[in-house]
């Protein structure tokens, strides 16, 4: 069984710029969630898509945005990158949407650093 | 708002003993609550789940209890280790949702 799996691991950008993070979900999965963790906080929630349609968004700007392909992966794209956008992103996987039993299966993020 | 309060403050405690960790929360009556372990530089990883209409739930040496009235749930680990030292968090279900919501954390740490 493959876990979730995140690239890259660490990025450096500067304010303005834009990125883009990815996600591989755990095999048999179909949702994926994306979080970002401030150091010392925990995870926030961005966004969940399920079967490729967005399935719930937390309280980020539009300027997160994201995409789930038929493969089940996923990408977490930021655009016009601020300071506060510093911080590690997480993204989850999980077996179905509807479901309230399903634990989350993280992968390791991918730290982000904006200067 | 949904409100998750963890001690943010360090528990110390000594090898063998039993760790309790507190999840409070407030304006909201959540269906499920889970917990989570972290290590530094790592992702969350899912420990144990507990539903609103159970009082407890046990694994292996882990308890987690659930009191609705108190809005609160408390983790145990029994016959601490060294390698428990971790961050461990608790997530409630957003409003009925399959979405959680995390709270800060709380960092444990057990010495020899």
């Known amino acids: 069984e493959t876990g979730v799996t995140q690239s890259p691991t660490h990025l450096i950008k500067t304010r303005g710029q834009q990125v883009t993070l990815r996600c591989s979900s755990q095999?048999?999965?179909?949702?994926v969630s994306w979080y970002q963790q401030a150091l010392g906080q925990g995870p926030q929630f961005i966004f969940q898509?399920?079967?490729?349609?967005?399935?719930g968004r937390g309280n980020f700007p539009p300027r997160f945005s994201g995409l789930q392909f038929p493969n089940y992966s996923s990408e977490l794209n930021v655009n016009a990158l601020e300071l506060d956008d510093s911080a590690l992103y997480l993204c989850?996987?999980?077996?179905?949407?509807?479901?309230?039993?399903?634990?989350?299966?993280f992968g390791n993020g991918t730290r982000l650093t904006v200067t | 708002s949904q409100k998750i309060e963890q001690n943010s403050e360090a528990l110390n405690i000594q090898e063998g003993k039993t760790a309790t960790l507190t999840c409070n929360y407030t304006?909201?009556?959540?269906?499920?609550l889970q917990w989570y372990r972290q290590d530094p530089g790592r992702g969350p990883v899912f420990l144990l789940l507990?539903?609103?209409?159970?009082k407890e739930k046990r694994k292996e040496r882990l308890k987690v209890t659930f009191d609705t009235t108190l809005k609160q749930s408390l983790f145990h680990i029994t016959a601490s280790q060294p390698a428990d030292s971790a961050t461990y968090l608790c997530?409630?279900?957003?409003?009925?949702?399959?979405?959680?919501?995390f709270g800060t954390g709380t960092r444990l740490q057990v010495f020899p």
């Open positions: 989850a996987s999980s077996l179905v949407s509807h479901s309230y039993n399903s634990p989350l299966h």
């Open positions: 095999s048999g999965h179909n949702t």
């Open positions: 898509y399920y079967r490729e349609e967005e399935n």
């Open positions: 304006n909201y009556s959540p269906a499920y």
């Open positions: 507990i539903r609103e209409n159970e």
């Open positions: 997530a409630l279900d957003m409003s009925n949702t399959d979405k959680l919501i």
